[in-house]
Nanobody, 124 residues
Framework: VQLQASGGGLVQAGGSLRLSCAAS????????VAWFRQAPGKEREPVAA????????YYADSVKGRFTISRDNAKNTVYLQMNSLKPEDTAVYYC??????????????????WGQGTQVTVSS
C-alpha cells in the first residue's frame, strides 16, 4: 500500500490544519489507520487512530478535544483535522495503516505501511 500524507504547513498557535492520508495502490476500506508524530529529539508517538469502519477512534490525551480523525472510504482517504494548534504540536506527522487493525494494535505497534510524513510547524 502506497500512502501519501499531505496538508502540513506553518501555522500560528490557535490555528488549524487538516492532514490527509491517501492510498494510491489499494483501497483503505478494510484498513485501520493511525496518525503518529515525531518531534525533534523525541520518540514517535501515536496521535489518533480509526478502525476500518470508523466506528471506533482513539486520541492521545494531549490532542483530545482538539483533533478529529475521520475517513472517507469512497475517496480512499483519512483525515486529521487539527484545531487549536499549540507549539508543542510541532512535529512530522505520519499516517500508517494495518489491514483490519485494532485500536490497540495501531496505537502500540503502528501499521504495516507508512506514509512519508508531513511537517507541521506551529509558531507561538
Amino acid at each position: 500500500v502506497q500512502l501519501q500524507a499531505s496538508g502540513g504547513g506553518l501555522v500560528q498557535a490557535g490555528g488549524s490544519l487538516r492532514l490527509s492520508c491517501a492510498a494510491s495502490t489499494r483501497t483503505l476500506s478494510s484498513y485501520a489507520v493511525a496518525w503518529f508524530r515525531q518531534a525533534p529529539g523525541k520518540e514517535r508517538e501515536p496521535v489518533a487512530a480509526i478502525v476500518w469502519n470508523g466506528v471506533t477512534t482513539y486520541y492521545a490525551d494531549s490532542v483530545k478535544g482538539r483533533f478529529t480523525i475521520s475517513r472517507d472510504n469512497a475517496k480512499n482517504t483519512v483525515y486529521l483535522q487539527m484545531n487549536s494548534l499549540k507549539p508543542e504540536d510541532t512535529a512530522v506527522y505520519y499516517c500508517a495503516v494495518r489491514r483490519l487493525g485494532t485500536i490497540a494494535t495501531m496505537r502500540d505497534s503502528g501499521g504495516d505501511y507508512w506514509g512519508q510524513g508531513t511537517q507541521v510547524t506551529v509558531s507561538s
